[in-house]
């Protein structure tokens, strides 16, 4: 048995948006045995884009039934039968959602047309539910109306079904298919989660930490993660979850620090953003076997690379770094326009003092060189933010030596006497993200003040 569905929404999010209409068409596997459809007043607003493209406007749900005075029958109408939709995951996270805001778990098997017509039909231009159905001949009756597609829906469902490989795709598309309402652990992992700010560790069966996570609500955001499955790294992260270890900061800049610190503490699995910046071209620096001071310009920073700062493109990062060059007089071989042992154009034109012929020095070139990656880090050699936490206690965040960092939480009575601050803040290597979020938080408001400590020299050895 199967339950043909189709909605319409206030929105495209789940959590925040609201249904509006529902159309549910029971089909047994040879024909559609009963239709059920109703507007339902989404209790919030419906935004005039949404009102247009639905033609569902606020007056006309005024007197519709709310969700819970319908959800028995769709309880009713879609128990012991598939859950079946164009695109799926769309339609039943939203029930699933207004079940959960009721306290019901909302558990079915589930079809996606979408993917089942990829497989049985493949070759078309498109799989959206109208050139779909303009390609294989389905007449649409009422477009972006709950029951007009549902009906549509279910005619393709009726095709698809008597297909020869039904079985078998179906078969093969359940194997991928990880989704809330199957995973059983789900409940008691999500329920006792804080609904606070803060970061939080996916555990597996071993006890590894597979993934790491910061929130604004970690209960809300680590149920994600069981909903979000509509890619095979998230489906296999899914299945593997089977414990979820809270850290609650009550501060979004602290849990965007701590994060960062722990992915590159424990380099988990699953974890690819936030292991390097999310800007598509990198201005990094090393020292070089020579002892020069290098700036490059790349796309995939390396662990022996400092990041200083991001660009959106390279063009934009190589015209920077060409402003770079002229204010400092930089070495072109040492910026990444050349490599080091021939002469770079500005040695040409005497515009360069001969780093890359090895006619200028590396401790006079990188007198020069330092100057800007003073600039580029930060604007103390170490120092302090202190942002606010829990009542009657702080964060404080410290940046040491333009590569190393150190946060904990306090009382307020430590700023009484901030010579202390060194011992109760020991400095530790991070990993170059975290650097790079602590340069963009010191730029930015947001913290109560800033204690400049002043302990530290960037490069000791050349003052």
Avoid at 80 to 98: C, L, Q, S, T
Avoid at 210 to 228: C, D, E, P
Avoid at 300 to 307: E, F, H, L, M, R
């Amino acid at each position: 048995m199967y339950a043909v569905i189709d909605i319409e929404t206030t929105g495209g999010n789940a959590r925040s948006g609201r249904i509006t209409e529902v159309a549910i068409i029971v089909h047994d596997g040879m024909s559609i045995t009963q239709k059920f459809s109703t507007l339902i007043n989404p209790e919030i607003p419906i935004p005039p884009y949404i009102q247009s493209f639905t033609g569902i406007t606020d007056s006309m749900v005024a007197n519709a039934p709310r969700f819970f005075e319908v959800a028995a029958e769709i309880v009713k109408l879609t128990e012991d039968k598939i859950f079946v939709a164009h695109n799926v995951n769309f339609d039943f996270g939203f029930i699933r959602e207004e079940f959960a805001r009721l306290g019901y778990q909302y558990r079915r098997e589930l079809i996606c047309t979408v993917k089942l017509s990829r497989r049985l039909v493949p070759g078309l231009p498109s799989y959206s539910l109208g050139n779909l159905c303009r390609s294989l001949g389905i007449e649409i009756m009422d477009r972006h109306r709950a029951l007009g597609d549902a009906e549509a829906t279910a005619i393709l469902f009726d095709r698809l079904l008597r297909a020869p490989d039904f079985k078998q795709a179906t078969t093969a598309l359940a194997k991928k298919t990880i989704s809330l309402q199957t995973n059983d652990a789900m409940p008691e992992i999500v329920s006792d989660l804080p609904e606070e700010s803060g970061i939080y560790y996916l555990e597996n069966d071993l006890g590894e930490v597979i993934y790491v996570g910061k929130a604004k609500n970690i209960r809300q955001r680590v149920k994600t993660h069981f909903a979000g499955t509509n890619t095979k790294k998230a489906r296999e992260m899914a299945r593997q979850i089977v414990h979820v270890h809270t850290h609650v900061l009550h501060s979004e800049p602290m849990s965007l620090v701590m994060e960062s610190m722990e992915i590159a503490r424990l380099m988990p699995r699953f974890n690819v953003s936030g292991k390097k910046p999310s800007n598509r071209s990198y201005l990094v620096s090393e020292m070089t076997k020579e002892g020069y001071l290098k700036f490059d310009i790349t796309r995939i920073p390396q662990d022996a690379q400092t990041i200083l700062a991001g660009y959106s493109s390279a063009q934009k990062a190589s015209l920077q770094m060409d402003t770079y060059i002229n204010t400092y007089s930089l070495c072109g071989a040492y910026c990444g326009v050349n490599d080091p042992g021939q002469a770079c154009f500005r040695k040409m034109v005497h515009a360069c003092l001969g780093a890359c012929t090895g006619e200028e020095v590396a401790d006079t070139y990188n007198r020069r060189a330092s100057a800007l990656l003073r600039r580029l880090l930060f604007n103390d050699d170490d120092f302090v933010l202190v942002y606010p936490a829990s009542a009657g206690e702080i964060w404080l965040l410290r940046a040491g030596n333009h590569r190393m960092v150190s946060m904990r939480r306090a009382s307020l009575d430590v700023l009484e006497n901030p010579a202390e601050l060194p011992d109760l803040l020991p400095l530790k290597e991070p990993g170059n993200n975290t650097l790079f979020i602590i340069k963009s938080l010191e730029e930015k408001p947001g913290y109560l003040f800033k204690i400049s400590l002043s302990k530290y020299s960037l490069f000791p050895t050349l003052s």
